[in-house]
């Protein structure tokens, strides 16, 4: 997400933080580049020219010119605007009773599955969320929400088949809504158009008036570009949108409508698609996506990442071999495994910092099954250990992974490298220990 424009900006700025010294020259100069880079990424032109005005005003002031390090002052200037062009602090949901959201966008835009996400989501935030189908144009979505339903264990109330009565199916799922016990966030998935039209309008407003949803949220591709910003625009007139959820962030390397939405619907961005899968859906945070864009990575969000996906006897058991220095083959799969469920290899490298730029590291996932290949064709007794690995035995497990002596030699090397590190952290550790410990670190007398 936003390597085009992201890989733009770390060049430019990585010019002016080697100069010692910022003229109004260097400054404008940059500027310019900046500006293209965003008019390139598809951000819109007022919004890029504002912007850069923004920032320029602060770039030339006197402080930042006299500083010790005016280069990286304007590079936290940019930081700065940039998560105010986002939307400033992460905006929450309006969940006050009865807490309704009604899902808007054109069809394709991904409203259907975003509003599964945002079920999954609040689910597992200790909320109990209701799925409503309310398009009756295309009964595939009905079916389609059904499903995603199943899949998260969400009830959903379907309209009887062949309803035209769109204000009959609001009336009646809010009655549905209220009887199933617990519930207490009603998600409304509502119809769309390929195109804006006065029908369509006309249908949500009346849909709008009876809910009184707290969130009204417009769903926008974020791969559409400027278009995005014009439908963000019209149905933002017409309804009051009080938030948006970006989808298809994953599959845009501009990224430019994301940085105009917010600023032509004065609304913040709330959640963003990041994948196809029903857990690849997050809150947005404009500060965190800045650092990401400019190259500071976002270790928060790495963290929350692994605290979701990590397994704490899992973790105990690490932390036991750490200190034995008794790592092997098996312990590596697992280790491997543990990376696939944090994501996409690209996402997990654009969240540490000046990582995005990293473009000879493998991103496609294609390695690490490779290597998993590669360790399942071990015996159990030689994934134990690994010292047993001769030659004989690598070529026979080339043969059984689909892969080359030089690949196989290749991990075994990695693998090496990463049981010495190890075993050099669990020496530290262990004489941290005797020492009673450090400020900072865990642990102490064992």
Not at 161 to 189: C, F, H, M, S
Not at 204 to 224: G, I
Not at 440 to 446: D, I, L, Q, T, V
């Amino acid at each position: 997400m936003f390597s085009q424009l992201g890989d733009k900006l770390q060049d430019i700025f990585k010019d002016l933080r080697g100069y010692g010294s910022i003229s109004e020259t260097n400054v404008n100069d940059a500027m310019r580049q900046v500006r293209l880079a965003l008019l390139e990424a598809d951000v819109h032109f007022q919004v890029a020219k504002t912007f850069i005005a923004r920032v320029k005003e602060k770039a030339l002031g006197q402080d930042v010119l006299r500083s010790v390090t005016p280069g990286q002052q304007i590079v936290k200037i940019f930081h700065d605007e940039l998560t105010t062009l986002l939307g400033g602090d992460a905006a929450p949901l309006n969940l006050e009773k009865p807490a309704r959201i009604m899902m808007v966008g054109l069809n394709g835009a991904g409203k259907t599955t975003s509003s599964a996400k945002l079920a999954r989501l609040l689910k597992k935030q200790g909320r109990s969320p209701v799925l409503i189908a309310c398009d009756l144009q295309r009964p595939a979505a009905i079916e389609q929400l059904a499903t995603l339903a199943g899949q998260i264990d969400v009830p959903m109330y379907r309209p009887t088949t062949g309803e035209t009565d769109l204000l009959k199916v609001g009336r009646e799922a809010v009655a549905w809504a209220a009887e199933q016990p617990g519930a207490n966030v009603q998600i409304y998935d509502t119809a769309g158009r390929q195109e804006i039209d006065e029908p369509l309008v006309q249908e949500l407003k009346r849909l709008r008036d009876l809910l009184k949803p707290q969130e009204v949220l417009l769903v926008a591709d974020a791969a559409t570009g400027q278009q995005a910003v014009s439908v963000a625009t019209h149905f933002n007139d017409a309804l009051g949108i009080t938030g948006l959820v970006l989808t298809k962030l994953d599959g845009d390397a501009r990224g430019g409508a994301a940085l105009s939405l917010r600023e032509v619907t004065q609304q913040p961005i709330k959640f963003a698609g990041v994948g196809e899968k029903l857990d690849q859906f997050e809150p947005f945070y404009p500060e965190r996506l800045a650092g990401r864009i400019l190259g500071m990575g976002d270790i928060v969000g790495l963290v929350e990442k692994a605290a979701e996906a990590i397994d704490e006897e899992e973790a105990k058991r690490m932390e036991e071999k750490l200190r034995t220095a008794s790592f092997n083959f098996e312990d590596f799969l697992n280790q491997m495994r543990f990376i696939k469920k944090l994501g996409p290899m690209e996402n997990i490298l654009a969240m540490l910092p000046g990582m995005n730029n990293a473009k000879d590291l493998p991103t496609d996932g294609k390695e690490l099954q490779r290597a998993e290949a590669i360790v399942l064709s071990m015996t159990v007794k030689e994934r134990r250990k690994p010292d047993l690995l001769d030659a004989r035995r690598r070529r026979r497990i080339a043969a059984g992974s689909g892969t080359s002596v030089t690949e196989v030699n290749d991990l075994l090397q990695r693998f090496q490298q990463m049981r010495k590190m190890m075993k050099n952290m669990g020496k530290m550790k262990k004489m941290m220990s005797r020492m009673g410990g450090l400020p900072g670190m865990s642990g102490g007398r064992r």
